[in-house]
């Protein structure tokens, strides 16, 4: 891979890699409506959660990235330029990494929440207990969004290239291509022009050359 596939493949990935901390903003918060309903809001002020409404808008940001290189590798698309390949996992392989990694990020959270934040439990009870179970089936959820947002980004991406390549390929066997003769015709140079002839100068060309001759030599 060259130096601007590199590039590329970096800037697809920083975009995938925005798109995670959104969807474990919202494993979380689907973990808590499904544990606790209408009294989330509360649930959450009283559990030290009140700092999350301070990341909403970097998380914002974080998705006007990952939309903004989706953008750059359409337009890379257009003009023949992207590298973008299909995954080397299976579409389900894909989903399981997505939620297990949502998984993962959303226990991270809940016990440094456990550790720093006022009136949070802590240990095990603190990430699964009381109603965090949900977490799993909300990560299952959320990393299939991501697994077909990931997955139907490169589908769009690569027929955005093939289709351009394809109508490049048409419009450069329509142009019509000069044909040339199978024989070219040769053109012989007049026999007089090279000094010689297939037959002799005429009788009174042969007179004139004797008396121009003897004349001459008198």
Known sequence: MDSRG???AAWVGLGQAALLPPAAFAVHQLRYMLAYGAATGPELERTG??????IVPW?????ALA???????????????TSMRRYSLSFAALWAACSGALIVIFAGQEFLEGLFAVGHPA??????GFGGWWAIPAAACLGLV???VF???RWVVGEIARLRARSRRIVCTDI?????????????????????????PPVIWREADRLSRSLRFR
């Open 146 to 148: 991501l697994a077909a």
């Open 67 to 81: 939309a903004g290189v989706f953008l750059r590798a359409m337009g890379a698309a257009f003009s023949q330029q």
């Open 6 to 8: 590199k590039r590329s």
């Open 49 to 54: 959660h009140s700092y999350l409404h301070s």
């Open 123 to 128: 240990g095990v009870s603190g990430i699964f």
């Open 176 to 200: 019509p291509v000069p044909s040339w003769p199978q024989r070219l015709v040769r053109l012989a140079a007049a026999p007089l022009v090279a000094g010689w002839s297939p037959r002799g």
């Open 151 to 153: 997955h139907g980004a």
């Open 59 to 63: 998380l914002a940001m974080l998705l």
